[in-house]
């Protein structure tokens, strides 16, 4: 079975300043793929980020970069030049590119505020 | 409407009712889904639909009943449920089940609570 767990439960960033989420994950499979997604206030899951495990280079998304420690099972997040409109539940979560990869694993979310 | 879509948006019914939550999808996909998610808890998957065909049960009461008449559109039918059943209900889809479109889309969710 795969677990998901984010240790940050609440964090909070200056506006126009970085921020990094923290992720890690286990799984048995040997391919999978790991996403952050974004819950606003507002409640629509949004995707930001996808990352091939496959692929040994981080995926990035303007101002959302992902750092990827495959041996480390880390998938951690990062927030560059934050902004107000960034302020949402952040999930990470995993699913396995095998005959059932579409089962995602979340985690319990982070909060993250942005202040200004 | 683009995206994904939910109806109603928040619900509050007895346990003795019978309501019907409603999710639809304009993005061509062939995959949806239920999720359930729960004050503190992470996201649980409760059904999957693959081109209106049911391949996942996860081990859902029975007091939820799915159903999937068009790739489109996916109905979750609620009855004589418990006030632990609160919670917020996502749909999501996706274009497929596997590789590299299997990213999943999600709707608003509709806040249900349960009295």
């Known amino acids: 079975a795969q677990t998901v767990t984010q240790s940050q439960p609440e964090m909070s960033v200056q506006e126009a300043e970085t921020v990094t989420l923290s992720c890690t994950y286990d799984t048995s499979e040997s391919d999978y793929y790991l996403f952050w997604y974004k819950q606003p206030p507002s409640r629509q899951m949004i995707l930001v980020i996808r990352?091939?495990?496959?692929?040994?280079q981080n995926a990035t998304e303007n101002r959302f970069s992902v750092n990827f420690q495959k041996a480390a099972k880390s998938f951690s997040l990062k927030i560059s030049d934050s902004q107000l409109g960034d302020a949402a539940m952040y999930f990470c979560?995993?699913?396995?590119?095998?005959?059932?990869?579409?089962?995602?694993?979340f985690g319990k979310g982070t909060l993250l505020t942005v202040n200004p | 409407e683009t995206g994904v879509t939910q109806t109603p948006r928040h619900l509050v019914m007895g346990m003795t009712n019978k309501k019907s939550l409603k999710c639809e999808q304009h993005?061509?996909?062939?995959?949806m889904y239920w999720y359930k998610q729960s004050a503190k808890k992470p996201l649980e998957l409760m059904f999957v639909?693959?081109?209106?065909?049911?391949?996942e049960n996860n081990s859902v009461p029975s007091r939820f009943s799915p159903e999937c008449p068009n790739s489109s559109h996916l109905f979750l039918h609620l009855h004589t449920l418990q006030p632990e059943d609160s919670a917020l209900y996502l749909c999501?889809?996706?274009?497929?089940?596997?590789?590299?479109?299997?990213?999943?889309?999600f709707g608003p969710g509709t806040r249900l609570t349960v009295l």
């Open positions: 999501a889809s996706s274009q497929a089940l596997a590789g590299d479109t299997d990213t999943q889309y």
């Open positions: 979560a995993c699913s396995n590119s095998g005959g059932s990869n579409y089962k995602l694993t």
């Open positions: 639909y693959n081109f209106k065909e049911q391949t």
């Open positions: 993005l061509g996909h062939n995959a």
């Open positions: 990352q091939e495990a496959y692929k040994q």
